[in-house]
T-cell receptor, first 115, second 118 residues
Framework: GAVVSQHPSRVICKSGTSVKIECRSL??????MFWYRQFPKQSLMLMAT?????????EQGVEKDKFLINHASLTLSTLTVTSAHPEDSSFYIC???????????FGPGTRLTVT | AQKVTQAQTEISVVEKEDVTLDCVYE???????LFWYKQPPSGELVFLIR??????QNEISGRYSWNFQKSTSSFNFTITASQVVDSAVYFC???????????????FGKGTKLSVIP
């Protein structure tokens, strides 16, 4: 089956610093990657969609200057939370699809805590 | 616009009871996919099933079964003889078919938290 990894699994950072989360598709080429945010006891909310080599498409209400997404290769997408604040503390999940993989495959998630 | 409704926020059952999780969806597409995911306390989403809109056959996988009814736009999930390990949040999701950039975008329901009591 398709495997998607995320790194780190947990991160604690101080307010005002930036944090980078990596999402990798390990055994297939991910033409499209998605980033979600999940607050406690809530559902997954799509933040942005990125296609390899293109700028990400952000959902309404998501600040593109704060959540920088780079999808530079067919196996790697990164999400950088810039100038993180405590309200950015959340569970961030990525997923990937490929031309031969007609569904989203999810990473294990990254729990971000901003102190 | 697509919408997925999971009306049950939380359900508690005693071990070995059967439990059904409801999912109702809305879409204007004639071709779409429906999914169920399990999210245990660890947080990682576990894929359970994908069903396309043209396949209304019910499916059974071990203790799990799914009832897809297009007439009522429902895709319900039943766990038979529930076990403590089934305790998790279960999400129903809907995806349109491939349409270029942003393809296979998922719309999630709010989830149902299932607690199986020993």
């Amino acid at each position: 089956g398709a495997v998607v990894s995320q790194h780190p699994s947990r991160v604690i950072c101080k307010s005002g610093t930036s944090v980078k989360i990596e999402c990798r598709s390990l055994d297939f080429q991910a033409t499209t990657m998605f980033w979600y945010r999940q607050f406690p006891k809530q559902s997954l909310m799509l933040m942005a969609t990125s296609n390899e080599g293109s700028k990400a498409t952000y959902e309404q209400g998501v600040e593109k200057d704060k959540f920088l997404i780079n999808h530079a290769s067919l196996t790697l997408s990164t999400l950088t939370v810039t100038s993180a604040h405590p309200e950015d503390s959340s569970f961030y999940i990525c997923s990937a699809t490929g031309n031969l993989r007609p569904q989203q495959y999810f990473g294990p998630g990254t729990r971000l805590t901003v102190t | 616009a697509q919408k997925v409704t999971q009306a049950q926020t939380e359900i508690s059952v005693v071990e070995k009871e059967d439990v059904t999780l409801d999912c109702v969806y809305e879409t204007r597409d004639t071709t779409y996919y429906l999914f169920w995911y399990k999210q245990p306390p660890s947080g990682e989403l576990v894929f359970l099933i994908r069903r396309n809109s043209f396949d209304e056959q019910n499916e059974i996988s071990g203790r799990y079964s799914w009832n897809f009814q297009k007439s009522t736009s429902s895709f319900n999930f039943t766990i038979t003889a529930s076990q403590v390990v089934d305790s998790a949040v279960y999400f129903c999701a809907l995806s349109e078919t491939y349409s270029g950039a942003g393809s296979y975008q998922l719309t999630f329901g709010k989830g149902t938290k299932l607690s199986v009591i020993p």
